[in-house]
């Protein structure tokens, strides 16, 4: 297993975000953690990028305890954070941003092979380069933040509601580009509001519901599940029937 989160327990001050959750993330694949908001979703992501730490529990990469290392080990380990809202440095540049994301050894030894595949991956990017990030569109944005992940040659990466206040049009092109990714070799833990995409692309999924994990399995497994369907895609049981109805009466 590449990925694996082991009872982890995480809060803020006095109060407790996140119980006792477990989840792995294999090799090439997409994970991804759905449930309502203030479950406690980016407080997981974020503890498993190394933004917070947690109170008890174990985070392992390849077998390797990750617990007591500073956040910027977790990027040395593999491991590439796309946070809610960007979070982009927005006076600089489009390529200073993309630059941030290679500051470590390895990483900034592959740099300009890495620049040209996210300019290849994104070719407005290309085009912009020299322009402030602030200037751009959030969707341009978005591949700021995607493309400074990919500089640090991750082998996973965590998002965290990546298509927050994007176009319809450009949340699809924005999934098309996780499934590449996932696809070149590159794990993938996805947290996302939008179910319904999120488990298109997903090989798993998990339920975060109040701190806790409620529920996994495949996705087309979880879809089929009332309860998924009634919380998260807006189908009820009445709903259901009457098209089951009019189905039998046509």
Known sequence: MLLEVRDLHVGYGDATAVWGASIDVPESSIVTVIGPNGAGKSTLINAIAGMLPFRSG????????????????????????????????????????????????????????????????????????????????????????????????????????????LAPSIVNDMFAVIRDIRSEGVSVLLVEQNVQKSMEIADYAYVLEHGHIAGAGVPAELLRQPHIQQAYLGIDDVAQSQEHSHGANV
């Open 58 to 165: 174990r985070l392992l990469l390849d077998g390797q305890e990750l617990n007591r290392l500073p956040a910027h080990a977790f990027c040395e380990r593999g491991i590439a954070l796309i946070p809610e809202g960007r979070r982009l440095f927005t006076t600089m540049t489009v390529e200073e941003n993309l630059d941030i994301g290679c500051y470590r050894l390895e990483a900034r030894k592959r740099r300009d092979e890495s620049l040209e595949g996210v300019y290849s991956r994104f070719p407005a990017l290309r085009a912009k380069r020299h322009q402030p990030s602030g200037q751009l569109s959030g969707g341009q944005q978005q591949m700021v933040a995607i493309g400074r992940a990919l500089m640090a040659c991750p082998r996973v990466m965590l998002f965290d509601e990546p298509s927050l206040g």
